[in-house]
């Protein structure tokens, strides 16, 4: 009914770049809040950064002042660009979002994952 395709992960350098996005199709009449998280193995999945439909962000304090979350919402697609990367920041990284569909339901709905790999 929604879908989500990440795309933009990879292998990077320490102190190098990446921009993440997030698009959401199908069935939707609005979306609320979008996000992402990321998960190592071995470990829960943690919040990076989310975005309000309101445009109100929350960053984890791990990334602050390296991250930027942004979204579009003519295209129903979330941003996170990535600066500064450590090898820390290595993890599959997963998006979230929240719709109300054209149907009048409220869903939650995860991406399928994108690695991240900063290593020199």
């Known amino acids: 009914q929604v879908q989500l395709v990440e795309s933009g992960g990879g292998l990077v350098q320490p102190g190098g770049s990446l921009r993440l996005s997030c698009a959401a199709s199908?069935?939707?009449?609005?979306?609320?809040?979008m996000g992402w998280y990321r998960q190592v193995p071995g470990k829960e999945r943690e919040l990076v950064a989310v975005?309000?439909?309101?445009?109100?962000?929350k960053y984890a304090d791990s990334v602050k002042g390296r991250f930027t979350i942004s979204r579009d919402n003519a295209k129903n697609t979330v941003y996170l660009q990535m600066n500064g990367l450590k090898p820390e920041d290595t993890a599959a990284y997963y998006c979230?979002?929240?719709?109300?569909?054209?149907?009048?339901?409220?869903?939650?709905?995860w991406g399928q994952g994108t690695l991240v790999t900063v290593s020199s």
């Open positions: 979230n979002v929240r719709v109300v569909t054209t149907q009048a339901r409220s869903l939650e709905v």
């Open positions: 199908g069935s939707i009449f609005t979306t609320n809040a």
């Open positions: 975005i309000t439909g309101g445009g109100r962000t």
